[in-house]
């Protein structure tokens, strides 16, 4: 297997200047604020996802956690590209992102969809990787319900 | 290097029995495996050790050749089966120096192993007519140490959760070693139990437990042993190690997955309550009760894994063939090579004892701010397999103020060339991750 395919310049760019990186409170005190932690209990990576929203629009996407490469980098990539969106979008490209982890590396990724999350279609062929990746989507997703934000199908990582 | 002669009279270096490492190295078929274009550096037998060909060999001839049930049959495979899986029991009881076969209960693993007897205490401190060395009650307490792999910690909580009794551990020093300095003070006529790691998966220290073991006997406790890294490892004996029990498996020692063993004194195995109930464990079954058989009978319900217990007899055989005093001293020429080489490695730095006494051939460390699962995965792509992640000692982990760690574990089959494999590969991960 390739090393480069797994550790993109994009991915090591994010894990090393990760992009909004630090639990924020809302800028607008009438939204909802929310957050999750999760846990990979084999590694014992860790992230917290902290979702400020009005009910339609994520206004923003803070974060903060300790890991690896691949589910650091994977938080910046998140934030970058889910804050300011509305929710449904959001969720759009939430799915996207599930569905690229969940494909083996046989799902080609829309680059118009997924913006750098594209860079993360090697990962998809490590599974002992998937889930570092998919860890701060995870925890994103539940944060979104507790804000009162929409659902996107079940994934099982 | 200067040498320095040992003055005759005194031991020599070449006293100690050694083997021939390419010669063992052909018996594990898997060792000639490539992985990602290179050939395989194996550092992670902590983990699991790869199985030699006589090992291997012995599990296709008992399906083969002699499969049936045991305990049970008066037909002639059925004899087969249960002279080869009774035989295998004997040879791992001289390989422990236990005083008798039916000291030896194959379990599933170490994990099993303990969990009978953390049971077994159960069991008996719902029935008062039970042996009060196994009642367990409020203001009784059990005592661990803070370098357990999960499976000596949760099966404790647990049993103390469900008797009301407390959990006690032995802090872990900054080197990495048990930190025997309150004996006195945990280890005390309350405690019923103390149930420590002989060598740690982690750390690669190996615990001097003679101290311990004197103790627990001036307060009339028992002591339990995790032997998981030791028995593969080095020579053990039962006998000088005055424990009550001993768990090992039997992955870690060149036999198969699914076959581990509780090793226990004799009187004390007669004197604990059955835990699993079901076939092969009972003298005589009514509608309304049932009587149980002796061990190790009784704590061996259901078909048990024969031949992983038979093959787990083959692989005793193959070590003590090579001699595990051999074993011990290629393994601890191994870590003092390793040790050295690591420390010529920037930024890198060993969890535990850095010295190449009382300690294994397990070194666990971190490589700058590289998360574990980083470094392992470079290796990977360049042949060389370690473990990373908790290691499932997650308290040594926050004891060191790192979430995981890189671990490297050798075994009879590694090579100091693995080693530089090792190093040149850790010469990558900094490139990849600068």
């Not at chain 2, 050694?18 to 063992?24: G, H, M, P, T, W």
């Not at chain 2, 007899?313 to 001293?329: E, F, R």
Request: glycine letters at 8%; proline letters at 6%.
């Amino acid at each position: 297997m390739q090393l480069d395919q797994l550790y993109q310049e994009i991915i090591l760019d994010h894990y090393k200047r990760p992009h909004g990186r630090g639990l924020r409170d809302a800028d607008d005190p009438g939204d909802q604020v929310a957050e999750a932690h999760h846990v990979n209990p084999t590694c014992g990576d860790e992230v917290t996802v902290r979702v400020a929203t009005d009910g339609t629009v994520l206004h923003d996407i803070s974060y903060d956690g300790m890991g690896c490469s691949i589910s650091q980098a994977s938080a910046s990539v998140l934030h970058e590209l889910l804050r300011g969106r509305g929710a449904g979008e959001a969720f759009e490209v939430h799915e996207a992102f599930v569905e690229l982890m969940s494909g083996r590396g046989q799902v080609t990724p829309d680059e118009d969809v997924l913006g750098d999350g594209v860079a993360f279609a090697g990962v998809a062929r490590y599974p002992a990787r998937v889930k570092c990746a998919l860890l701060p989507w995870m925890a994103f997703k539940d944060a979104a319900a507790r804000a009162g934000v929409g659902v996107s199908p079940e994934v099982k990582a | 290097m200067t040498s320095i002669a040992i003055p005759s009279g005194m031991p020599q270096y070449d006293d100690v029995p050694r083997f021939d490492v390419a010669r063992v190295r052909a018996d594990f078929p898997i060792l000639g495996r490539d992985i990602n274009g290179h050939p395989l550096v194996y550092l992670d037998s902590a983990n699991t050790s790869h199985k030699p060909r006589q090992v291997l060999d012995v599990l296709d001839e008992h399906y083969a050749r002699h499969n049936a049930n045991v305990s049970r049959s008066v037909h002639t495979l059925g004899t087969e089966a249960t002279e080869a899986y009774e035989g295998a029991r004997a040879k791992i009881a001289a390989f422990i120096n236990a005083p008798s076969t039916d000291e030896v209960v194959f379990t599933k693993n170490s994990t099993e192993a303990i969990n009978i007897v953390a049971y077994a205490f159960s069991n008996a401190s719902l029935r008062p007519d039970a042996d009060s060395r196994f009642r367990l009650g409020p203001g009784d307490e059990v005592v661990i140490s803070e370098m357990e792999h999960h499976s000596n910690i949760v099966p404790w909580q647990l049993l103390c959760e469900r008797t009301g009794a407390t959990l006690r551990w032995f802090p872990v020093t900054d080197q990495g070693r048990l930190d025997e300095s309150g004996l006195e003070d945990l280890v005390t006529e309350r405690t019923k139990i103390v149930s420590l790691v002989h060598v740690s998966n982690i750390l690669g220290t190996v615990n001097a437990t003679s101290r311990i073991a004197a103790r627990v006997r001036e307060v009339g406790a028992l002591l339990l042993l995790d032997c998981s890294q030791s028995v593969p490892h080095l020579p053990i004996d039962v006998v000088d190690l005055d424990a009550d029990y001993i768990v090992f498996t039997g992955h870690k020692m060149c036999g198969p997955t699914g076959i581990g063993v509780l090793w226990g004194r004799g009187e004390l195995l007669a004197a604990m309550p059955p835990v699993f109930g079901g076939g092969s464990m009972i003298e005589t079954v009514t509608m309304a009760r049932s009587t149980f058989a002796a061990p190790p009978a009784r704590f061996e319900a259901g078909t048990p894994p024969i031949a992983e217990a038979v093959a787990l007899g083959a692989a005793v055989d193959y070590l003590t063939g090579i001699g595990m005093q051999a074993i011990q001293w290629h393994e601890k020429e191994l870590t003092a090579y390793a040790l050295d080489a690591l420390g010529s490695v920037p930024d890198l730095r060993i969890f535990g004892p850095t010295v190449p006494v009382g300690r294994g051939g397990t070194i666990s460390f971190a490589l700058g701010d590289v998360h574990p699962h980083d470094v392992g995965q470079v290796l990977d792509s360049l042949g060389v397999q370690v473990r990373v992640g908790h290691h499932c000692a997650k308290p040594v982990c926050s004891r060191f103020g790192v979430p995981a760690m890189t671990r490297a574990s050798f075994y009879l089959y590694t090579t100091t060339e693995e080693i530089d494999a090792l190093v040149a590969g850790l010469e990558q991960v900094r490139k990849v991750f600068d």
